[in-house]
């Protein structure tokens, strides 16, 4: 019999039939009793001197609902509330019908322990025993802390009843913002998360290796996000990327991206285009050998002498004396500027070393001999090269 009372009474502990007697805890005295919050289930004495409706120890438990209930009170919120505050609150009922009505509340005995539950992704979801003076953060510490460290790509809401209030996480845990820091009460409901995938994304088109969504980086990073895109592709105009966020266009130069000098980040949902450098330049001439159609670089100007230096002309048989350009006017009207590129080989002056604009067409004639002058390859290397010995001699 002994042996069966043992076991009986194991099986009883590990079912949990004896929680409810055990959770039912005393009530809290001294300064704890003070700042106690009355909770759900919690048992009240409430005196009432001189008021025969309520009279002396009238016990009551406080309902699911938080509220408890007495003549010509009625209903009343007594959840969340401290012994005096409820006293207060009594009094203020009452006082519609007796003048400086004294009234007492006591706590008889205090419910089980109070929860609030946590959703998150996978197996973080848990009901956490909850403790005078928690927020938010305290439920999510006691739940094993946050998923993800890329806290911008969940969401978190409170949910209290019929009330749904969101949350930024990034703000409550990065910034310890305060107000996102919200104190809570029983059976208040905490969900984690994730957003939907393609709102995690940037979207890159247009002159780049690989188009389509990528994955934004921590911080933004525009060098990552092309990276990631398998960089520029031949003919991307760099200089004029355009991002599309919440409907307006941002123009930005990524020249200079590989040298760590841009500011701009991007967000999640920004749409990244890269367009296609449409400015161009010419090269006409019978003697030259790369002519025609030229594409402008898109992070500077061009100098006439690297443009004659890229043209690919012969040992013999070009009139560098008359290389002409030929651009169109402030009037529209084309407007031809002749330079001696000899004499300015020979004397190593920059100024007539132009810049060449999209649109220009740079003419390089055939000599009129036949032999005409040595070719920049052959002899002087490029004009530019040239200037550059020129002017380290004169220093």
Do not use: H
Request: one cysteine or more; a positive charge.
């Amino acid at each position: 019999m002994l042996r069966l009372l043992c076991a009986l009474t194991a099986l009883v502990c590990v079912c949990g039939l004896a929680q409810p007697v055990q959770a039912r805890q005393k009530p809290p005295t001294g300064a704890a009793a003070k700042v106690y919050k009355i909770s759900v289930g919690d048992m009240l004495s409430v005196s009432a001197a001189g008021i025969p409706e309520i009279g002396p120890g009238r016990e009551l438990t406080v309902a699911p609902d938080g509220r408890i209930s007495l003549p010509l009170v009625g209903q009343l919120l007594a959840s969340g509330l401290t012994i005096v505050q409820l006293e207060n609150k009594l009094k203020q009922a009452l006082s519609k019908y007796y003048l400086r009505p004294g009234i007492s509340v006591g706590l008889l005995r205090i419910n089980q322990e109070r929860f609030v539950n946590v959703f998150g992704p996978g197996d973080r979801s848990s009901k956490q025993p909850m403790k005078d003076g928690w927020r938010v953060l305290d439920a999510l510490a006691s739940a094993g802390g946050v998923p993800n460290e890329r806290l911008e790509f969940f969401q978190i809401k409170l949910v209290r009843g019929a009330t749904q209030i969101p949350l930024d996480l990034r703000e409550l845990i990065q910034s310890k913002n305060a107000a996102q820091n919200l104190e809570l009460k029983e059976n208040d409901s905490i969900f984690i998360t994730p957003i939907d995938e393609t709102k995690r994304t940037v979207t890159v088109s247009g002159y780049v290796q690989k188009q389509g969504p990528v994955l934004i980086p921590s911080d933004g990073s525009l060098a990552t996000v092309i990276a990631l895109s398998g960089g520029f592709a031949q003919g991307a105009d760099r200089a004029n990327v355009q991002i599309e966020r919440d409907g307006k266009k941002i123009t930005v130069d990524l020249t200079k991206l590989d040298q760590g000098i841009f500011e701009e980040k991007l967000e999640i949902g920004d749409k990244l285009f890269v367009p296609e450098n449409k400015k161009r330049f010419y090269i006409a001439g019978g003697v030259v050998g790369k002519g025609g159609e030229q594409l402008y670089p898109d992070d500077r100007k061009l100098k006439l002498s690297e443009v004659l230096g890229n043209a690919q002309l012969p040992a013999v048989g070009a009139n560098f004396k008359k290389v002409s350009i030929n651009r169109a006017g402030t009037d529209g009207k084309q407007v031809i500027q002749v330079v001696n590129v000899t004499k300015m080989m020979k004397e190593g002056d920059k100024t007539d070393d132009i810049d060449i604009l999209p649109g220009d067409t740079v003419t390089i004639p055939p000599s009129k001999q036949g032999g005409g002058t040595q070719s920049l390859q052959n002899t002087l290397f490029t004009i530019s090269t040239l200037f550059g010995i020129i002017s380290f001699i004169r220093r």
